[in-house]
């Protein structure tokens, strides 16, 4: 029995200067799926998102709605037509509250006049669907990245949407907050609506999926398929476009007997840390796992200034040392700081890729003369463009017209581009497709190999047992151990669970 699809894509083809970003897609959500739209970063995926949802007009092919072709003139005609979307990108108002964000296409209305109680009762509504805990007066300013995106969602449910587009909803969230957004997916599909879901992790892909199409530079690959038939190394193959075989780890002996490059002795901080040591030795990887909330980027920002130590001891290459900020890190200790929350912080949409890349490459290559040549920057920005494989058509191009991964892919290039000694990285391959997650990993030991001391704070327990030379474990804002990585996932795993509830056991 066919049944018709809610949204079909025929043909659809977009092309950006110097780029065809969609070439004759074809993409078919039923009634009742969840659909997973795969591929690398820069295969199309987000274009396609927005070619669906009148944000861009597409130069070719068609767009069915429940039978019936649909043209888009901008994004509220798409909404109109029942298709609701959460981008990539955060997309809220940022002058508006919680519930004036979720309830803004429909804003209730008695009299003529705005109903402030409904705007906020309404959105409370929402809210609870999701299981949300927030105020709809808050200011939408106030909320974490992932909570506005669950804001957002809350929006797309508000209007009457059969179909609902999610780009990379699970990039940046908590597991928690994944199982509860998945909750709402599964209840979507009970309910005879679509879904669609884009992810780069595929464990989730097959646990919540049915249906897979995949991208690879543009082009629908494997179109609308079942997914259990199938199987994860096949779909991988597919996006890459061969096989990628399996990732070699290398037997790494980090050095003893040299002293830490970085370490803290007793620490105690203005964030709630209370006698947090440890010590990265140069050559080595130390990962620092926890639950999300257990306070490590907030060790992270301790270390490099943003937060105060009011106790004990951060010492750089044996010497006490007080970091005002993340600049200061870089020119007087060169210690690098990779944030997690590169989408904000990390990238200036508005300016060129070499630019982007070469800001921290500036205080070492001007080192001196106090010039750098263009040439020079050109070289250094270059080597990371390849190393990381940025796909990016030249190095003038601005990064905020290069796909969601690759933005991440420069940030991480520009600190590795100033050629740290000391390298904080939270959460580096969030959003980065497997390939390149590899091409990231491999890059990671060679720069240990040289003599990086690296502090990996993760909380994807398999890049963690295969990155880091030891583990340490944080909790409730304090160490409660670690472990020397023999790199075996099932003991390393249980070994590591079990330091995250010592502290719970022995309360
Ligand atoms: N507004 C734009 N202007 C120019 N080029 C663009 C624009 N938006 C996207 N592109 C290009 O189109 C291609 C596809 O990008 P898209 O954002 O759709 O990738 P994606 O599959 O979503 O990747 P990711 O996993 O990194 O989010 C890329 O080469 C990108 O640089
Ligand atoms: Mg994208």
Redesign the pocket.
Known sequence: MTTTPLLEAIGLSKS??G?K?LDGVNLRLAPGSVHALL?E???????LIKALTGVHRPDAGSIVVAGREQRFADPAAARAAGIGVVH?ERNVIRSFTVGENIVMERMPRSAGRIDWSKVRGEAAACLALLDVDLDPATPITELSSAQMQLVEIARALYTETRVLLLD?PTASISGAESDRLFRVVDRLRDDGRAVLFVS?KLEEVYAHCDTVTV?RDGESVLESQPLAEHAHDEIVDTMVGRSLGSLTVPTRSAPRDVAPALELDGVTTTAGHHDVSLAVRPGEILGLYGLVGAGRTELAHAIVGLERITAGELRIDGSPARIRSVRQALQRHRLGYVTENRKEEGVFLEQSITRNIAVTVWSSLARGTGLVSGRREREVVSRYVDDLDI?ISSLNQLAG??????QQKVSLAKWLAASPRILIIDEPTV?I?LRTKRAFYELIWRLADEGLAILLISSDLAEMITLADRVAVMDRFAITGEVENDHDYDSMSREVIRLIHADADAL
């Open positions: 950006f200067p780029v970003a591929g970063n820069g295969a199309g995926k987000s274009t990539q990379e780069h991208l796909r017209r290069l796909s969601g991964g690759n959003g497709d």
